[in-house]
Antibody, heavy 119, light 108 residues
Framework: QVQLVQSGAEVKKPGASVKVSCKAS????????ISWVRQAPGQGLEWVGW????????NYAQKFQGRVTMTTDTSTDTAYMELRSLRSDDTAVYYC????????????WGQGTLVTASS | SSELTQDPAVSVALGQTVRITCQGD??????ATWYQQKPGQAPVRVIY???NRPSGIPDRFSGSSSGNTASLTITGAQAEDEADYYC???????????FGGGTKLTVL
């Protein structure tokens, strides 16, 4: 069965960087893209960007460009999202989600990773 | 506009029918996908494409679209349907993916 298993919660100081992982199993990693979606406490879902599992092509939301880098390791079927220069308003649960190509249809989601940016 | 607009909150009596809507220009040319999110859990896709339900989603959930509005209908709402519901779609300008603000469904 399809599974996306994310790394554990992180606490970082403002200005630091965080890297969250998302290990995929149960499907052909290169046949799908991975999107990252975040949810601040009590707020809605916000798309951060996506990366192709096939060729690593990526597209970031304008809001995060310059601060986010998404990568994949096809040897371990793992996607990564690094967010730099953390601010307190980056505190959120970060989800990875599987999507077919460049669609907005996300059929399987990871369990979420809480990233807390606090001094 | 690349935004998707949802009513913040909707309520329905147990066993009745409720429609949750999502409005935006992108919906004129793209289908919405609907997600259900319960407290402390990851979102779960409930409707995609024209009106498709993933395996395991009850058939009381259905989707439709007209013009710039997509709708999620729950026919015979159950207590376990109480959750937040989000729509999203592909967008042709600006960021390629946008989410609606979410609708909190209360089952009375």
């Amino acid at each position: 069965q399809v599974q996306l298993v994310q790394s554990g919660a992180e606490v970082k100081k403002p200005g630091a960087s965080v890297k969250v992982s998302c290990k995929a199993s149960g499907y052909i990693f290169s046949s799908y893209a991975i999107s990252w979606v975040r949810q601040a406490p009590g707020q809605g879902l916000e798309w951060v960007g996506w990366i192709s599992g096939y060729n690593g092509n990526r597209n970031y939301a304008q809001k995060f460009q310059g601060r986010v880098t998404m990568t994949t390791d096809t040897s371990t079927d793992t996607a990564y999202m690094e967010l730099r220069s953390l601010r307190s308003d980056d505190t959120a649960v970060y989800y990875c989600a599987r999507g077919m190509g460049t669609t907005a249809d996300f059929d399987f989601w990871g369990q979420g990773t809480l990233v807390t940016a606090s001094s | 506009s690349s935004e998707l607009t949802q009513d913040p909150a909707v309520s329905v009596a147990l066993g009745q029918t409720v429609r949750i809507t999502c409005q935006g220009d992108s919906l004129r040319t793209n289908y919405a996908t609907w997600y259900q999110q319960k407290p402390g859990q990851a979102p779960v896709r409930v409707i995609y494409g024209k009106n498709n339900r993933p395996s395991g989603i009850p058939d009381r959930f259905s989707g439709s679209s007209s013009g710039n509005t997509a709708s999620l209908t729950i026919t015979g709402a159950q207590a376990e349907d109480e959750a937040d519901y989000y729509c999203n779609s592909r967008v042709s300008s600006g960021d390629p993916v946008v989410f609606g603000g979410g609708t909190k469904l209360t089952v009375l």
